[in-house]
């Protein structure tokens, strides 16, 4: 099971931080992998993180402003997102795969609920 937190209303060029809280054993051995999904369009890939944190994926509109770290003492995965930008505004979503990392959104077993992001002009 996966908990997102963190979402809420920031000006452009400000910064939050989202987390994800998995429940669970085996967090260590899963990849995970944000995405977000803006009113009126379909869901995307944001980042991504090995099981190891040896590699980590990013679309390139958050390159340099997005990053993605994990805690496997504590379960959670994080979102670092900083320089904000209004096209950034969407219900993100982190999700789980035991076998890969992936662009897709197939490529992931398990998902969270979502937590809302809101930059304003």
């Known amino acids: 099971q996966l908990q997102a937190s963190g979402g809420g209303l920031v000006q452009a060029g400000g910064s939050l931080r989202l987390s994800c809280a998995a429940s669970g054993r085996t967090f260590s051995s899963l990849n995970m992998g944000w995405f977000r999904q803006a009113p009126g369009k379909e869901r995307e890939f944001v980042a991504a993180i090995s099981w190891s944190s040896g590699s980590t994926w990013y679309v390139d509109s958050v390159k340099g402003r997005f990053t993605i770290f994990r805690d496997n003492a504590k379960n959670t995965v994080h979102l670092q997102m900083n320089s904000l930008k209004p096209e950034d505004t969407a219900v993100y979503y982190c999700?789980?795969?035991?076998?890969?990392?992936?662009?897709?959104?197939?490529?992931?077993?398990?998902w969270g609920q979502g937590t809302q992001v809101t930059v304003s002009s």
């Open positions: 999700a789980a795969s035991r076998t890969m990392m992936s662009r897709l959104m197939s490529g992931y077993e398990y």
